[in-house]
Antibody
Framework: EVQLEQSGAEVKKPGESLKISCRGSGYSFTTYWIAWVRQMPGKGLEWMGIIYPGDSDVRYSPSFQGQVTISADKSISTAYLQWSSLKASDTAIYYC??????????????WGQGTLVTVSS | SYVLTQPPSVSVAPGKTASITCGGDNIGGKNVHWYQQRPGQAPVVVIY???DRPSGIPERISGSNSGNTATLTISRVEAGDEADYYC???????????FGGGTRLTVL
């Protein structure tokens, strides 16, 4: 069974750093892209970027380029989303999601449970 | 950048048909996927590649895509269909995935 298990909720202060994770299981982690999707409180889904763990090829949405870093450790089947200096506006639920195939046009058929990040002084 | 436009809300009585649109420049030339998100849950794909249904999705949920509009249609609407629905495409020009703004379906 394919599963994406995300790390737990985080409460941080502005300016702090953070790295959240998404562990894939039940499939070949290195042969599927993993995307990160933001959902701010009461708002819609926003595609942040995507990584191919097989060779760490990363693509970012222009809205998030330079604001976050996406990485992966294929030895432990885990993808990461990290911030070097959080802002209050980073408060959101972050989902990881896996497309059904390598093709860029394929849908996200598996999603993690989401990680709530709260940034408040 | 490519933009997908959805109505913020759609309301429908139980047993009736709901249509949720997703507008985009020549969206008919792209593959459109639709996700359902119930409160407090992760999104679930309900239609992929314009009109295909994953296993477990009822036949009363269907999709179409032509010209500048893709449409998600839910027939014989039930209370359990109340959720937020998002369309999504891949924009080949930018190599980015794009989500529509989402539509809240309310069952009256």
């Amino acid at each position: 069974e394919v599963q994406l298990e995300q790390s737990g909720a985080e409460v941080k202060k502005p300016g702090e750093s953070l790295k959240i994770s998404c562990r894939g299981s039940g499939y070949s982690f290195t042969t599927y892209w993993i995307a990160w999707v933001r959902q701010m409180p009461g708002k819609g889904l926003e595609w942040m970027g995507i990584i191919y763990p097989g060779d760490s090829d990363v693509r970012y949405s222009p809205s998030f380029q330079g604001q976050v870093t996406i990485s992966a450790d294929k030895s432990i089947s885990t993808a990461y989303l990290q911030w070097s200096s959080l802002k209050a506006s980073d408060t959101a639920i972050y989902y990881c999601a896996r497309p059904s195939a390598y093709s860029s046009s394929s849908p996200f058929d598996y999603w993690g449970q989401g990680t709530l990040v709260t940034v408040s002084s | 950048s490519y933009v997908l436009t959805q109505p913020p809300s759609v309301s429908v009585a139980p047993g009736k048909t709901a249509s949720i649109t997703c507008g985009g420049d020549n969206i008919g030339g792209k593959n459109v996927h639709w996700y359902q998100q119930r409160p407090g849950q992760a999104p679930v794909v309900v239609i992929y590649y314009d009109s295909d249904r994953p296993s477990g999705i009822p036949e009363r949920i269907s999709g179409s895509n032509s010209g500048n509009t893709a449409t998600l249609t839910i027939s014989r609407v039930e209370a359990g269909d109340e959720a937020d629905y998002y369309c999504q495409v891949w924009d080949s020009t930018s190599d980015h995935r794009i989500f529509g703004g989402g539509t809240r379906l309310t069952v009256l």
